[in-house]
T-cell receptor, first 112, second 115 residues
C-alpha cells in the first residue's frame, strides 16, 4: 500500500543554518505531495504542496520539489529561525483511494 | 473565514466510558476527516465523511464511529474506552472529497486522556 517515510528526529540546528528534512514515498498512480507543520498545542497547517512531478512547492522560505524518479519530496530552507521550531509532516494524497497518508513527523529544534 | 473548530479541546475519561468529539468544518467545506495522533503511531486515518456519508474508513475497531450532519458538522464517538485510546484527535476539512491537490485544513484537536 501507499506510505510515506521521513527522517527521524529530533533535528537540532542553530539559527541561520540550512535545513533538509528527507521524505520518500511509495504510491500507485500519481499522488499529490504535501508538507504540513504542527506547532506545540496546535493542529497541522499546510506549509506547501506539489501536485505533479517536477513541481516545486514553496512558502515562507521553505521549498520542496516533487521528484518522481527518486520518489522523494525533501523539505529545505536556506536559513532557519527559532520560530521554525515545530514538527514537520510529509504527506501524500492518492486520488485512487481518496486517502491521505502521513509520515511519522520530524521534530525540528532551532537554537538561537 | 473561521477555521476548523473542535470541541472540547481537552477531555479526561475513565476506561469503559464513551466519548463524543465534535468538529465544525470551514464554511463551505463538505468533507470532514478524522485522525488519531499518538507519539508512537503518528497520524492514523480514522474515517472521512462527505455529504453525510462515510466515504472512507481506516483500520480501527468498531468502537470508533462517526457521523456528519446536514450542515457538514461532524461528530466522532468512541465507546468502551481503553487506555490506548489516549491521543490527540484531529479533524480536517476540505471543500470536496477527492481530486488532485485536495487540501485539508486541520483543527487544533481534542486531547483525550483515558485513565
Amino acid at each position: 500500500g501507499d506510505s510515506v517515510t521521513q527522517m527521524e528526529g529530533p533535528v537540532t540546528l542553530s539559527e541561520e543554518a540550512f535545513l533538509t528534512i528527507n521524505c520518500t514515498y511509495t504510491a500507485t498512480g500519481y499522488p499529490s505531495l504535501f508538507w504540513y507543520v504542527q506547532y506545540p498545542g496546535e493542529g497541522l497547517q499546510l506549509l506547501l504542496k506539489a501536485t505533479k512531478a517536477d513541481d516545486k512547492g514553496s512558502n515562507k522560505g521553505f521549498e520542496a520539489t516533487y521528484r518522481k524518479e527518486t520518489t522523494s519530496f525533501h523539505l529545505e530552507k536556506g536559513s532557519v529561525q527559532v520560530s521554525d521550531s515545530a514538527v514537520y509532516f510529509c504527506a501524500l494524497y492518492n486520488s485512487n483511494f481518496n486517502k491521505f497518508y502521513f509520515g511519522s513527523g520530524t521534530k525540528l529544534n532551532v537554537k538561537p | 473565514k473561521a477555521g476548523v473548530t473542535q470541541t472540547p479541546r481537552y477531555l479526561i475519561k475513565t476506561r469503559g466510558q464513551q466519548v463524543t468529539l465534535s468538529c465544525s468544518p470551514i464554511s463551505g467545506h463538505r468533507s470532514v476527516s478524522w485522525y488519531q495522533q499518538t507519539p508512537g503511531q503518528g497520524l492514523q486515518f480514522l474515517f472521512e465523511y462527505f455529504s453525510e456519508t462515510q466515504r472512507n474508513k481506516g483500520n480501527f475497531p468498531g468502537r470508533f464511529s462517526g457521523r456528519q450532519f446536514s450542515n457538514s458538522r461532524s461528530e466522532m464517538n468512541v465507546s468502551t474506552l481503553e487506555l490506548g485510546d489516549s491521543a490527540l484527535y484531529l479533524c480536517a476539512s476540505s471543500m470536496t472529497s477527492g481530486g488532485a491537490g485536495n487540501e485539508q485544513f486541520f483543527g487544533p484537536g481534542t486531547r483525550l486522556t483515558v485513565l
